[in-house]
């Protein structure tokens, strides 16, 4: 065989490669009972707002936590700390993606995307994140 030939033959295998690696590491929605299973990991929580609890959120006391409730695509409810301030219109979101971990049986939240209703556009979708 040439040399040009096994080196054309290793740059494909190097591409395969990092195709395939590549492909692992697209990131799927988890729950909140496969996010304990693994703490110290960072994952991305698809839910919806469970209205039947209580938020907490005093800006005079702090201004960057925001305390709720959400359950999981299989309904597991869970309490959500959120480091930063309250989302506006954040009761009216159909769902909400959340990335964060959990941690003493709570979800600590990092980022917040809501998917809102709205009556002139389909998908609008409002992003928050905790302040740098």
Sequence with gaps: MKKSSI???VLIAVTIGVIVSSF???STYETFASAAEKPGNTFVVM???DKGQAMEYDPK???NKFVFYAKDQKGKPLRVIFNGTKPQDFERSE???MTGFVKDNEFHCEKIQMKCPSKYENDQVVVASKPA
């Design 7 to 9: 080196i054309v033959l």
């Design 24 to 26: 692992g590491s697209f």
């Design 47 to 49: 839910g919806t707002l």
């Design 61 to 63: 006391v702090d201004a």
């Design 95 to 97: 769902q909400l993606v």
